[in-house]
């Protein structure tokens, strides 16, 4: 049939099936088809109305949608949906409906996926109740108002607030506490304490810390921080190759460089002797902008370049080489050995001895070179090195003395208990010894012979002159000494004089005492006899009593300074005038032939010009000095040595000099000797002439006389 009409009756005769009453209860076995396409949208409309319910013993398939208007119960124990999306509109879904707390147990929903599944399921034992995520490893539900432990990693995307107020007293309080650490990208901004029981890393702590925070032992371990802090203790780590840190007293390896600005003391002793042993060692090289003083030996493996030069101070010294390994191409080692010579080695390793070759055979040698190296002897006492053309090595020791040799010498001079003493120094002005000796040369004590010899002073050495020993001064008048040294066989000694003596000559002193009041002796400590002797000073003293020394010398010279007598300001001149012999022994008188003399000591020269005119046998006894005039008669002038206020420092006492015979032609210069006179008060000397016979009215003789003050 066609289909079904309203009302009509379903049995055999329509379609094979029976009439459907509206209000009985009738039943089919076969299958009853709607072809009715009217859409459902409530539950009065659609292909089938059934304003009853409907009961269906088996499967409900729907092809559309279904929209239950009323209570869905489903009583079976599986439930599928076959739908890409269920919308329940219902504010409360019941899981487990009827069920009790054993069967209540894991109830929840499942949700099946291609490879893992997942659940939210009810668990009693939890704090929450709940627990979610993949079945096998779901965890609890976060909840508030209960405590709960939670595990895995929580990512919060914004920001996670916890209003908990719970104050923090211990790693174990406060209203976040974690049993692990806490890794923060950003900052932590605190608004109370921050108490630390381990250890604070960081390159930027900032904040207060309200207690004392005190300085622990230096920790063992050297960190990225180079310090730990650990509740209120700051630890310090040791640097290290790497990480910095403070230095300890352990051995460590420290990275860059590091400045000092004041200097860099190291107190460990610890010897060299080696690479990589020392007190400080490097293994790169040491720049010094200024001097490198080393107090022990400087050892060297490499090469050394010197720009400057290399002094050794004191006990400084190189260390012996026995074989020394060849330096680079081009260098070349110097070196002692154990011979005590140096040596110098080549690149090539050919080594030459710098001393000689050995040539050295005796304290004192030196090396010399002439083709070869050889020997320059060593010489004798207070010989000189020299350089001689004629020997083979160019030099050699001689006697080189000087004959005015007088070498480190000075003279000192004091005055006590009314005495003088003198005395011979050094140039530095000590006493003389062996190894400072004073040098002087003195003639030979032989006339004839042309030697000089050195006399050398090695002790103190002094001479005395005492309480009224004058010298011959007087009173309040600038008066000389000459200081002389005597050559006694070889050993010096002091002599004084207030005259000077010719250094020429030989000399016999005498022994100096209270009653040296000469000026023209010389006096020494002992008496000598015929020696030779040296001016080696000249001393001016005035005292005001002659022979109470109480002032010491007013000038004090040496040396060549003090050779030539001490000249006064007065020269006096005198003539006889020219005079003709009588034929009889006559002292001629003359108006210009004197001088006076002032207190003082002079020097006095005579001289006498001679003619005889053409006479043969004329016989003149020639000139004097005398304490008077002539008279023209043959009656002796008052001599010298009876003239009242002056001494004569010779024992010239005749009046006659030298007698002289003239021949035919004959024209004489006589010269007589050089007088030193010493006056203690004014007064007058005459050049005399004197003839005793003759043949010729053309004869005739002048005398001069020249008197030179010299103090």
């Given at each position: ?126 704090a929450s109740k709940f627990k979610i995520g993949l079945l096998g490893s779901m965890l609890e539900v976060l909840v508030s108002g209960v405590a709960q432990t939670i595990s895995g990693i929580k990512t919060f995307a914004a920001q996670l607030l ?550």
């Open positions: 049939m066609a289909g079904i009409n309203d009302g009509q009756r379903v049995d055999a005769a329509n379609s094979n099936a029976a009439w459907i009453a509206k209000n009985a209860n009738d039943s089919t076995v076969g299958i009853l088809t709607v072809n009715n396409v009217t859409q459902s949208t409530t539950k009065d409309n659609g292909a089938l109305i059934v304003e009853g319910g409907v009961g269906i013993e088996k499967n409900l398939n729907v092809g559309g949608s279904v929209v239950v208007t009323g209570d869905l119960t489903v009583n079976g124990t599986t439930t599928s949906v076959q739908t890409a999306n269920t919308l329940i509109k219902d504010a409360l879904v019941t899981f487990n409906d009827g069920g009790n707390d054993a069967s209540s147990e894991d109830s929840g929903f499942e949700i099946e996926r291609t490879t893992t599944n997942a659940a939210m399921q009810f668990q009693n034992s939890l916890v209003s908990d107020t719970t104050q923090s007293t211990t790693k174990d309080t406060g209203s976040i506490v974690t049993e692990g650490g806490i890794g923060v990208e950003k900052n932590i901004n605190a608004g109370g304490s921050i108490t630390v029981v381990g250890a604070v890393t960081g390159s930027n702590l900032s904040g207060t810390n309200t207690g004392d925070v005190t300085l622990g032992s230096i920790g063992a371990t050297p960190t990225a921080a180079g310090a730990s802090l650990s509740g209120q203790v700051l630890t310090l780590q040791p640097a290290s190759a790497t990480l910095g840190g403070v230095l300890t007293a352990i051995a460590q390896s420290i990275l860059g460089i590091k400045t000092f600005l004041s200097a860099l003391v190291v107190s460990d002793t610890t010897q060299t002797g080696s690479l990589g042993v020392g007190s400080i060692v490097t293994q790169g090289g040491i720049s010094a902008a200024k001097n490198i003083y080393v107090g022990g030996a400087f050892d060297v493996v490499g090469l050394t370049n010197l720009t400057g030069h290399v002094t050794l101070q004191d006990a400084g010294s190189f260390k012996e080489q026995a074989s020394p390994t060849n330096p680079s191409a081009t260098y070349r080692k110097l070196y002692p050995k154990s011979d005590g010579k140096w040596y110098s080695l080549s690149s090539a390793g050919a080594e030459t001895d710098l001393s000689g070759t050995g040539v050295q055979t005796t304290k004192g040698d030196i090396a010399g070179f002439s083709t070869l190296a050889a020997r320059v002897p060593v010489g004798t006492n207070d010989q000189m090195l020299v350089v001689d053309s004629v020997q083979a090595l160019g030099l050699a020791y001689n006697h080189v003395t000087e004959a005015d040799l007088i070498a480190n010498l000075s003279i000192a001079a004091s005055v006590a208990a009314n005495a003088l003493t003198i005395a011979l120094k050094t140039a530095a002005g000590a006493d003389a010894s062996a190894t400072d000796p004073i040098k002087v040369a003195f003639r030979s004590a032989t006339l004839t012979s042309g030697v000089v010899s050195l006399v050398k002073t090695t002790a103190a050495l002094s001479i005395v002159v005492p309480s009224t020993a004058t010298l011959g001064h007087v009173s309040s008048t600038s008066t000389p000494i000459y200081v002389y040294e005597l050559n006694n066989a070889g050993s010096g000694e002091l002599a004084l004089s207030t005259s000077y003596f010719d250094e020429t000559a030989l000399v016999s002193t005498t022994a100096i005492s209270a009653a040296a009041t000469s000026a023209t002796v010389m006096y020494s400590t002992t008496a000598r006899s015929n020696v030779a002797f040296r001016c080696i000073g000249r001393l001016l003293s005035t005292q005001t009593t002659a022979g109470t020394w109480a002032a010491v010398p007013t000038s004090i010279a040496v040396g060549d300074n003090s050779k030539a007598p001490y000249v006064g300001l007065t020269l006096l001149t005198a003539t006889s005038g020219i005079k003709t012999p009588s034929g009889s022994d006559q002292y001629h008188q003359s108006t210009t032939n004197s001088v006076t003399l002032t207190v003082g000591t002079w020097q006095v020269d005579q001289s006498a010009l001679f003619s005889n005119g053409g006479a043969v046998g004329y016989i003149a006894k020639a000139l004097g000095i005398f304490g008077a005039n002539g008279n023209d008669t043959a009656t002796v002038p008052t001599l010298l040595s009876a003239t009242a206020n002056l001494t004569v420092n010779s024992a010239y006492s005749s009046t006659i000099y030298q007698e002289r015979r003239a021949d035919i032609g004959d024209l004489a210069i006589i010269h007589g000797p050089s007088l030193i006179i010493t006056v203690t008060a004014s007064v007058t000397i005459f050049i005399v002439t004197f003839s005793s016979q003759s043949t010729s009215a053309n004869a005739r003789i002048t005398g001069y006389l020249t008197a030179r003050k010299l103090y």
